[in-house]
């Protein structure tokens, strides 16, 4: 436990003269009042506690577990909330850095130096103008170095920390700094074989019945999306509560999704969503543990979104085949097709910053992984045989969709005079079909395009070339 070797952080549980019984673990101080106390995590708001946890009270006062039960359960919410103290940006990084709330990664944006407009889903969600579009026409106003390229500008002093472009980012640009990813991973483990209920930081906590195996985390429910869903559901092996009085609509599609994604594979809803004390109270009595759904791969700190929750979804997919669970407007899941003009230019390659689109260099063949694909579209444009199509048709429930499958394939083209090869056959071929055609009928310079950089000085130039040869 990482507080045994920083005697300084503590945690703090000031005593509540409703509940003078409880009595939490040892390593938690029991204070009479809410003095202050330089501290990492307290139960209520204290001049030097990093961190509030209101769940603690909350758990307190409702929770049906013996003395023994609610003191393990009060350990693992204190150390829920001093992992999220432990991954956020330290104090000098979060004042070197001009965003606060979340922090932005530009070379993963699906809008940003873009010549098409992509994305700008968090632009849409934004209540306060903090994310905006700048076309090219106003960088290029605002003096910002653009041609024909998109910049997406970061206010970070008009963000109200509401968390919807969170959830809604789909290549994972926008990190959000009191709870990433990676501390989702970390928290979720300590909630195996509890029901989770998530208790939105900006909603009034009921007085409810709380069975024993719920175990409560509050937290801005606005970033919670698939991925973050996912990982708690696999974690805990239970199914999900979220209490909120609203919800943005990146979650509100994370959630459908990953309901249709349950009712497929087990036949039950994955989060059991309340926006009223009536709804928590129902749903609080129908959520299960469900003891065959637990998966806990190691924490991956590296991965994109897209990416963990593939691997989360393959698992429980394995080598079954469940069908399609379409997607919405904002959390956007499908494929591409390419058809049979690709030259393997490659372009398309290039274009995709998700790494659903790549290339077996060795063998000459184009893949594609839907899972790792966010619909953004940028292939199809970029494409300038325009093979490329779009469809934005949900997730297939299918082991293929988890793996690159080949889109194109291609053999090398070995020079008609050395042998040696000098690119893929479909793009030769196409060169030299364009460029036959300007030649008019001058055999010596049509011959020089089926043959590699070195042969066609001599093509050129030696008259002992035998072009009908290469002509062949
Ligand atoms: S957290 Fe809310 S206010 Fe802040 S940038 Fe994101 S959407 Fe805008
Ligand atoms: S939602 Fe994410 S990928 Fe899309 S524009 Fe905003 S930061 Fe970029
Ligand atoms: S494959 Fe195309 S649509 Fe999918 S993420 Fe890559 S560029 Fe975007």
């Known amino acids: ?57 909350f758990l307190i006062a409702n929770s049906t577990q013996s003395p023994l039960e609610l003191a393990a359960s009060l350990s693992l919410i204190y150390e829920a909330h001093g992992l999220q103290f ?30 098409v407009e ?73 909630y195996q074989g509890y029901i989770p209920l998530l208790l939105d930081k900006n909603t009034d906590l009921p007085t409810i019945p709380l069975k024993k195996e719920v175990l409560p985390l509050s937290l801005n429910a606005n970033i919670l999306e698939q991925t973050y869903l996912l990982t708690l559901l696999q974690e805990s092996g239970a199914q999900v509560v979220l209490y909120a009085k609203e919800l943005g609509v990146g979650t509100l599609e994370s959630i459908t999704l990953l309901n249709g994604i349950y009712e497929k594979i087990y036949q039950k809803k994955a989060v059991l969503c309340a926006f009223s004390p009536d709804e928590l109270k129902t749903c609080l009595e129908h959520a299960q543990i469900l003891e065959h759904t637990r998966f806990s791969p190691p924490t991956t700190p590296t991965h994109t979104k897209r990416d963990l929750f593939a691997k989360r979804l393959a698992h429980m997919v394995g080598e079954g085949g469940f069908g399609q669970v379409p997607c919405g407007d904002f959390i956007r899941y499908g494929h ?92 030769v071929l196409k060169i030299a079909k364009f460029m036959e055609a300007r030649f008019q009928g001058d055999t010596r310079r049509i011959a020089s395009l089926y043959v590699c950089a070195d042969c066609k000085v001599k093509v050129m130039l030696e008259d002992i070339v035998d072009i009908s040869a290469i002509l062949r």
């Not at 507080?3 to 945690?11: A, I, Q, S, T, V």
């Not at 910049?151 to 472009?165: K, P, V, W, Y």
Request: net charge negative; with cysteine.
């Open 336 to 427: 591409i097709k390419i058809f049979e003009s690709c030259t393997l230019c490659l372009a398309c390659v290039g274009a995709c910053n998700t790494n659903a689109l790549s290339i077996d260099g060795n063998d000459y063949r184009l893949l594609f992984n839907p899972s790792l694909c966010t619909t953004c579209g940028y292939c199809v444009p970029t494409c300038p045989e325009k093979c490329l199509e779009l469809e934005r048709d949900g997730i297939h429930l299918h082991p293929s969709y988890f793996t690159p499958q080949v889109m194109a394939q291609d053999n090398l083209f070995a020079c008609r005079m050395c042998g040696k090869a000098m690119g893929t056959t479909k793009s």
């Open 86 to 115: 432990d991954f956020a940006p330290t104090q000098q990084e979060a004042t070197q850095s001009v965003l606060e709330v979340f922090t932005y990664n530009s070379t993963i944006c699906q809008y940003h130096q873009r010549r």
């Open 1 to 57: 436990m990482w507080w045994k070797n920083n005697p300084l952080l503590e945690f703090v549980y000031v005593k509540d003269p409703k509940h003078p019984l409880v009595a939490p673990h040892e390593h938690i101080v029991v204070q009479d009042t809410p003095a202050p106390a330089d501290c990492v995590v307290s139960n209520v708001a204290l001049k030097g506690a990093k961190r509030v946890a209101p769940e603690i009270n």
């Open 118 to 190: 992509c994305c700008g889903k968090c632009t849409e969600v934004c209540p306060t103008l903090a994310i905006t579009k700048l076309d090219p026409e106003i960088a290029k106003s605002k003096g910002l170095e653009c041609i024909d390229n998109r910049h997406l500008e970061i206010n970070q002093q008009d963000c109200i920390d509401c968390g919807r472009c969170i959830a809604v980012c789909p290549s994972g640009s926008l990190h959000y700094n009191a709870l990433s990813l990676e501390c989702m991973q970390a928290i979720a483990k300590l």
